[in-house]
């Protein structure tokens, strides 16, 4: 949220724009529930496991890409929109990396009950 | 906002992180998520949370143009597909509470799934109330207008749509409830009218304020000028649904390889 760099579909640009616009939404948004229905096929799909989570990271991972250049303007709000909105992600993913790695070390494991 | 939906990503990866800890370190005995969750259920609200993003980036677009009805019916658009959402997320839990016994603290999986997923649930309600009060303010008089009804009319504006929107959910559920319990689909009808006959009544009569509220009374003080409170909500709305892409993945589509 924050002052286009430069006009976003805004009344200076013209129809023209407004119309090639609205059809890349309908186009990003068709595509992101073609990769839904991709994602949902694949889990019952006989391939390795990790080659499975491997596919189902990137796809979301290009959803969520999408989403937030396009949906949520980042592609055409200034740098520091996006800056800062990567510095949390960064910091989430950082922090759900440590837990799983921490968590998954020999030494964390819950003790066996006698 | 950005800097609100930096920390909110901060707050979502350890509530994700937690779930996926306990899941990768799975008690004995504890229930097996795939005979819990049903991914046809959980495929169609995740098409319906994308498609109501699609909406919210065109009423943003409306809006930036000063397309006020075009804004109206794409906010309105969103909050339904939004009640959907919400609706199904209730639907879910009830059945997972009722049939398949995972309450928040008879296991482990039910109190971090819960939790994630109701979570996300409150924003996407939180996120309904706001995508409400836009709509009621874009009818705002403009200058020289009723100001000094505006606002109790637009509180009761308010509270008949929120009344609907409500009304609407209860009658979702109890014909779903109906369709469930009765053996036959006339069984299921006559259960479903018998059950809900008030609260159908009362969603008309609320529809039928809100039309009358909605009604056109001249200009008003809602355009171009507003676009940044329209865009800012959008960013929530669309961060939900980018959450809702991590969790779809990580909480339900993994628990399946």
């Not at chain 1, 090639?20 to 839904?36: D, G, N, P, R, W």
């Not at chain 2, 309904?128 to 009723?146: D, I």
Request: aromatic share 14%; with cysteine; hydrophobic share 55%.
């Amino acid at each position: 949220m924050s002052a286009p760099s430069h006009s976003a579909g805004g009344h200076a640009d013209g129809h023209g724009h407004d119309e090639s616009k609205f059809q890349i939404y309908v186009q990003i948004a068709m595509l992101l529930a073609v990769i839904t229905g991709v994602e949902i096929v694949a889990v019952f799909l006989p391939f390795p496991k990790w080659v499975l989570v491997s596919s189902l990271v990137v796809l979301s991972l290009v959803k969520f890409l999408f989403v937030i250049f396009y949906f949520m303007h980042l592609r055409w709000d200034k740098p520091f929109c996006t800056i800062l909105f990567f510095i949390g992600l960064v910091l989430a993913s950082g922090t759900v990396w440590a837990l799983l790695a921490l968590f998954s070390a020999e030494a964390s494991l819950p003790l066996p009950t006698p | 906002m950005w800097a609100f939906l930096a920390s909110d990503c901060m707050f979502f990866g350890v509530l994700i992180a937690t779930h996926l800890v306990y899941r990768l370190n799975p008690p004995a005995g504890g229930l097996d998520p795939k005979l819990v969750f049903s991914v046809e259920l959980t495929s169609f609200s995740t098409f319906i949370l994308l498609m109501s993003s699609l909406m919210m980036a065109l009423a943003v677009t409306a809006i930036q143009k000063g397309n006020v009805r075009s804004c109206r019916w794409s906010l309105l658009t969103t909050i339904f597909f939004g009640m959907i959402f919400l609706g199904c997320q209730v639907y879910e839990f009830q059945h997972f509470v009722v049939d398949k016994k995972m309450t928040l603290s008879n296991s482990l999986l039910g109190t971090t799934f819960y939790t994630l997923t109701g979570t996300h649930g409150c924003h996407v309600a939180i996120g309904v109330l706001w995508l409400t009060l836009m709509y009621v303010r874009s009818f705002k008089p403009g200058a020289g207008s009723a100001q000094r009804t505006w606002l109790s009319h637009q509180l009761l504006h308010a509270l008949a749509f929120l009344a609907l929107l409500g009304l609407c959910l209860k009658v979702t559920l109890g014909l779903v409830h109906a369709i469930q319990v009765e053996p036959t689909l006339g069984a299921a009808m006559g259960h479903f009218v018998k059950a809900e006959f008030l609260a159908m009544v009362g969603a008309l009569a609320a529809t039928a304020a809100c039309g009358w509220f909605a009604r056109p009374r001249g200009p008003v003080a809602f355009g171009e000028a507003n676009a940044i409170d329209v865009e800012s909500m959008g960013l929530y709305w669309h961060f939900v649904d980018i959450v809702w892409i991590v969790i779809f993945t990580a909480v339900y589509l993994l628990e399946y390889l």
